[in-house]
C-alpha cells in the first residue's frame, strides 16, 4: 500500500503541470472573450465601423452639376461610412478627367452620450475644374500638302459630362478643286442616370485623286450615324464589360473631272457590334488600367445595302503603371483585323502616319492587319507634366489574314516628348520622331491626344 502511494506521488508533478498549464489557457481564453465583449459594447475600435455618412456636399462644382457628382461616387447619405469606399470614390471622379484634383474632409459629431450606431460623419468634397471649353487650331503636313483647320471641343456639356467635337479643316486644292473636311461628335453618357450612353457623329469630306491619268476623280465621302453603349455591371457604373451597337449610313460620290466619263454612286448600310472590357484609372499626370474587345461592321445586301462586307477587328490596350516610379507609364496596343472584301472601293485597313510612326501615312494596306505598339514615358525631374518617351512600333497590311503567319512586319522606332495639359479635358500635347527601319527614313508626327 505504501508502495503504490509513493509510487503515485511520483507522478503528480507531472500531473500539476499539466493541469496548471490546462488552467492558464483557460483563463487567457476567458480575457480575450471579455474583450471581445467589452469592444462590441461600443466603446473600442468597432465605434468606426458603425459610424454613417450623415450628409454629402460639394465644393468647386461650378459647371458641374450635383446629381452627376452623386451618381458617379460610390455611396450616399446614410450608408455605412468606408474610406476604402471613399477613396474608390475620389478616384472615380478623377476618371472622369474633368477635373484637375479632388479631396475631401470629413467633419464627425459624435455626442458622448449616444450609442455608436447614431454616431455620423458630414462628408465635403472638393473639385477643382479643368476648362471645359476649348477652340484649337489643327495644322497637318502630309508629303507636299498642307492642312490647316480649327477644331471646337466643348467638355461636360450641361455639367453632364456630354461632350461635343467639331473640326473645320481646309486640305488645300487640286486641279482647281478646294478639298475640305468636316467633322461632327456627340456624345450623350448615362441617359437619366442609366447604363446607357448615345453618340452621334457625321463626317463629310472631298479628296481629289490624281493617282490615274485621264481618268482624275473628285471624291466626295461622308458617313453619319448613331450608336448605343451599355455598360453591363449591375451599379450604373462605367467601367467593366460593356456593348456597343451601332448603325451608320456611308455615301461615296465619284466625280469624274473629265465630263466624257460617267459619274458613279455607292451607299452603304453598316451596322456595329462591339463587346468588351474597360477600366482605366486617371492618375492626372498618367493612367492605369487595360481594355480590350472585339467590334465587327458588316454590310450586307439583305438590308439595302449596296456594298457588302464585314470588317472584325479584335483588340487589347495596357497602361502600366509601376509602384517604384507611379509616374512612369508602358502602354501596350495590339490589334488584328480582317475584312472579307474591300470597303468603298478601299482596302479595309492602312498603317503608317500616328499608327506606325516613321512611314508616310496610308504606306501599308490590305484587308488584313497586325499592328503592335510599346511606348515607355518617363517624367522629367521636378516636372511631371512634361515626359519623354521611347518608343517601338510593330505591324503590317495583307491581302488576308492567313498572311499574316508568314508575312512579316514593319518596324518603327523613336523617340517623342509629350506635355499634358492639365487645364483641359483630355489634351495631351505630343510630337514624335520616328525611324522607318524598313523604308530607312524619318518622320515628325504631332499631336494633341493620346497615341492610344
Known amino acids: 500500500m505504501n508502495e503504490r502511494s509513493n509510487c503515485v506521488f511520483k507522478i503528480c508533478p507531472l500531473t500539476a503541470l499539466m493541469i496548471s498549464c490546462s488552467d492558464l489557457m483557460i483563463r487567457i481564453k476567458n480575457l480575450l ?40 461616387i460610390h455611396f450616399a447619405e446614410g450608408s455605412v461610412f468606408d474610406e476604402a469606399c471613399l477613396e474608390e470614390s475620389i478616384q472615380a471622379l478623377m476618371d472622369t478627367g474633368l477635373f484637375k484634383q479632388v479631396n475631401y474632409y470629413i ?16 462628408l465635403v468634397i472638393r473639385v477643382r475644374e479643368k476648362h471645359y471649353l476649348l477652340v484649337l487650331p489643327r495644322i497637318r503636313v502630309r508629303d507636299n500638302e498642307t492642312h490647316i483647320g480649327v477644331q471646337l471641343r466643348w467638355d461636360n456639356m450641361w455639367g453632364y459630362n456630354h461632350s461635343l ?77 460593356f456593348a456597343n451597337i451601332g448603325c451608320s449610313v456611308r455615301d461615296r460620290y465619284n466625280d469624274m473631272l473629265d465630263v466624257a466619263l460617267v459619274d458613279d454612286k455607292m451607299s452603304a448600310l453598316v451596322l456595329r457590334l462591339e463587346y468588351g472590357y474597360s477600366k482605366t484609372h486617371d492618375y492626372g499626370y498618367n493612367r492605369a488600367g487595360k481594355e480590350f474587345g472585339y467590334a465587327v461592321d458588316i454590310s450586307n445586301r439583305m438590308f439595302g445595302s449596296e456594298a457588302e462586307f464585314a470588317r472584325h477587328e479584335l483588340y487589347y490596350r495596357s497602361y502600366y503603371r509601376f ?31 500616328e499608327d506606325l510612326r516613321g512611314y508616310d501615312p496610308g504606306r501599308f494596306t490590305g484587308n488584313a492587319l497586325l499592328q503592335i505598339n510599346m511606348e515607355y514615358l518617363r517624367p522629367f525631374k521636378d516636372h511631371p507634366q ?20 508568314h508575312g512579316g512586319l514593319k518596324t518603327g522606332v523613336g523617340v517623342g ?36
Open 33 to 72: 472573450l471579455l474583450c471581445l465583449v467589452f469592444l462590441s459594447s461600443g466603446y473600442g475600435a468597432v465605434t468606426y465601423a458603425f459610424t454613417r455618412v450623415g450628409s454629402i456636399s460639394f465644393e468647386g462644382n461650378d459647371v458641374t452639376d450635383e446629381v452627376f457628382l452623386r451618381r458617379t
Open 107 to 122: 467633419s464627425s459629431d459624435i455626442p458622448e452620450d449616444e450609442e455608436a450606431e447614431q454616431s455620423q460623419v458630414d
Open 386 to 405: 512634361w515626359r519623354y518617351a521611347g518608343f517601338i512600333d510593330l505591324g503590317n497590311t495583307y491581302e488576308d489574314v492567313a498572311d499574316v503567319v
Open 323 to 353: 509602384p517604384s516610379r507611379p509616374l512612369d507609364n508602358l502602354n501596350v496596343q495590339t490589334i488584328l483585323g480582317h475584312a472579307s472584301h474591300d470597303i468603298m472601293d478601299n482596302e479595309a485597313f492602312d498603317l503608317g502616319g
Open 417 to 452: 516628348l509629350r506635355w499634358k495639359v492639365l487645364s483641359f479635358v483630355k489634351l495631351s500635347v505630343r510630337i514624335d520622331l520616328g525611324y522607318a527601319i524598313n523604308d530607312s527614313s524619318y518622320r515628325i508626327t504631332a499631336g494633341t491626344r493620346y497615341s492610344y
Open 165 to 241: 467635337r467639331y473640326l473645320v479643316e481646309d486640305r488645300g486644292s487640286a486641279l482647281g478643286i478646294e478639298q475640305q473636311r468636316n467633322e461632327f461628335y456627340y456624345y450623350f453618357p448615362n441617359v437619366n442616370g442609366s447604363s446607357y450612353s448615345l453618340e452621334f457623329f457625321n463626317v463629310e469630306q472631298n479628296e481629289v485623286d490624281e493617282s490615274d491619268p485621264g481618268l482624275e476623280v473628285n471624291r466626295i465621302d461622308s458617313s453619319s450615324g448613331f450608336s448605343v453603349h451599355r455598360w453591363l455591371n449591375p451599379y450604373h457604373r462605367n467601367y467593366g464589360w
